[in-house]
């Protein structure tokens, strides 16, 4: 079986601490982002929840590089670049830049991680702006805040997927979530630079914001099916993850993580959204896709007996739910062998493959060892084989526009 070059769906950039201060306006800069290196130790707030305290006389405080913008502070952890000298060390351990590999946020050294791990090109979701861009949506000043995601566009397309990373790195944008309108700008402002994929919220009231049912996203939808730009959502993107209790152990809500991603897939496909907007198409990122089959059988359930549950149904969804999936709707995994031996119940051409570098879950520098066991217990063919690993992901982000092709 020839193992094709990857491209993966679902990596993640560390920004360089200097990326606001470049590149806001001179007169805002100490007001946005900036890397303040403090010593001290990492607490717990509550279940999930800690924060680093500078405490630089306390037993085993160590060096860390903490973001501040407005009242906000975020530490820099292990878990944010688990790979090369931050392998194996606690995820919530304080770090600075000059631990974590240098791919992790530098551009050469990416290439040549990317290079080492048979992987052609990649597309990365942002670090400190969280998932989605949660951090700029929930600050005070809103102006700013609007700067800091222009910015970060910007740096994104011009910088970071620039260069030697042309045809490498997929830029992948933020949008002002507070704002339909300025999204939608903000969507045609960046596919005029070349952007063409966006990240957003796999459940957008547990950020406040309007549901997928209220119609109030239509503008962005619009602005998304006349620039080809791809809805991308990672696992988290709510700033929620699932777990069962305040004590369950970490690897319950590691297990449990993809409940998001079905969430996310029920809400999209009841809401009518890919019916009024047939030309969106939709990634759901590090959701893996064994849990995909069922949802769909139920959804085509429900459908099937609308008249029990919702008269209007029909209306909103003319075809069964499961109808809207070919083409439009695509799930993301790195170790999903039973969802892979279930492609057919999917399609085998919804499916994508990703890296996660360089967080904790992630396959490099093993991720072709990985795609070929992958690739052997679900038994797929050269030609499924390919579409996993590259092919799906030319189609669903138009690669081509890059000078990446099949």
Not at 264 to 285: K, T, Y
Not at 318 to 347: K, T
Request: proline share 7%; charged share 25%; hydrophobic share 40%.
């Amino acid at each position: 079986m020839d193992i094709p070059l990857i491209i993966s769906v679902d990596d993640h950039v560390v920004e360089k601490p200097t990326l606001w201060q470049e590149r806001l306006p001179a007169p805002l800069a100490s007001a946005g982002p900036r890397v303040v290196r403090q010593k001290g130790l990492m607490t717990r707030l509550g279940p999930g929840r800690y924060q680093f305290a500078e405490t630089p006389d306390a037993r085993g405080a160590r060096w860390c590089d903490v973001w501040h913008y407005e009242d906000l502070r975020i530490a820099m952890v292990r878990g944010l670049a688990a790979i090369g000298p931050l392998a194996g060390r606690p995820g919530r351990e304080p770090v600075t830049y000059d631990e974590m590999a240098p791919g992790a946020y530098r551009q050469k050294e990416r290439l040549i991680d990317m290079d080492a791990n048979h992987v052609e090109a990649s597309l990365c979701f942002p670090t400190f702006p969280r998932f989605c861009g949660q951090t700029f949506e929930d600050r005070e000043d809103r102006e700013l805040a609007l700067l800091c995601v222009r910015a970060y566009n910007d740096w994104m397309i011009d910088e970071w997927c620039s260069g030697d990373g042309r045809g490498r790195l997929v830029p992948l944008t933020l949008i002002p979530l507070w704002d339909a309108t300025l999204a939608a700008a903000e969507v045609r402002r960046c596919a005029a630079m070349g952007a063409h994929a966006i990240a957003f919220s796999e459940c957008p009231p547990y950020l406040g914001l309007p549901s997928i049912h209220s119609g109030a996203w239509d503008p962005l939808w619009l602005a998304c099916e006349e620039t080809d730009t791809t809805v991308n959502m990672h696992i988290g993107s709510s700033s929620r993850m699932p777990s069962t209790s305040t004590d369950a152990p970490i690897m319950v809500g590691a297990a449990l993580q993809a409940q998001n991603s079905a969430n996310s897939l029920v809400d999209w496909l009841a809401s009518g959204v890919l019916v009024r907007h047939p030309g969106l198409r939709i990634i759901f990122s590090e959701g893996q896709i064994g849990w995909m089959p069922y949802y769909l059988e139920r959804l085509d359930s429900v459908w099937e007996r609308s008249a029990s549950y919702d008269r209007a149904m029909r209306a909103r969804l003319p075809d069964r739910p499961s109808s809207y999936v070919r083409g439009r709707v695509f799930g993301c995994i790195f170790d999903d062998a039973f969802g892979l031996r279930n492609r057919d119940a999917i399609g085998m051409d919804q499916i994508m493959f990703e890296t996660d570098y360089p967080h904790t879950d992630s396959t490099f520098p093993h991720s072709r060892a990985v795609a070929e066991r992958l690739v052997r217990v679900a038994e797929l063919d050269q030609a499924e084989t390919s579409a996993l690993l590259r092919g799906n992901a030319i189609r669903c982000y138009q690669l081509q526009r890059y000078g990446i092709v099949a």
